[in-house]
């Protein structure tokens, strides 16, 4: 089992940045690729970002493109989503994901452990 805590959200204004970090208790954790999700209220919840287990490889969505990244520390069982260059649209609650496969994914059914969520507001 793992459970996921995330932290680091808060209030930007646009153009700001904020860094989100989801510990992981387990000690699987450096085999698990992670991934990073949001919802906005009103949508369904979406892909941000993935990274694997490692931290060789890197998916975003679209939107986020060059704007975040993702990043990993093993030993600290910890992951990060860098979000620079905020805008309004960020604004969402964001979860990260685990998944029992090396290999980066971006659907939510294939990861299997979940985080609670922190919100991130950006303000224009």
């Known amino acids: 089992q793992v459970q996921l805590v995330e932290s680091g959200g808060g209030l930007v204004q646009a153009g700001g940045s904020l860094r989100l970090s989801c510990t992981a208790s387990?000690?699987?954790?450096?085999?698990?690729?992670m991934g990073w999700f949001r919802q906005a209220p009103g949508k369904e919840r979406e892909f941000v970002a993935a990274?694997?287990?490692?931290?060789?490889?890197?998916d975003y969505t679209d939107s986020v493109k060059g704007r975040f990244t993702a990043s990993r520390d093993n030993a600290k069982r910890t992951v990060y989503l860098q979000m620079n260059s905020l805008k309004p649209e960020d604004t969402a609650v964001y979860y990260c994901?685990?998944?029992?496969?090396?290999?980066?994914?971006?659907?939510?059914?294939?990861?299997?452990?979940w985080g609670q969520g922190t919100q991130v507001t950006v303000s224009s």
């Open positions: 990274i694997s287990w490692i931290g060789s490889s890197t």
């Open positions: 994901a685990a998944r029992r496969r090396s290999g980066l994914a971006s659907r939510e059914d294939e990861y299997d452990y």
């Open positions: 387990g000690r699987t954790f450096s085999t698990y690729a």
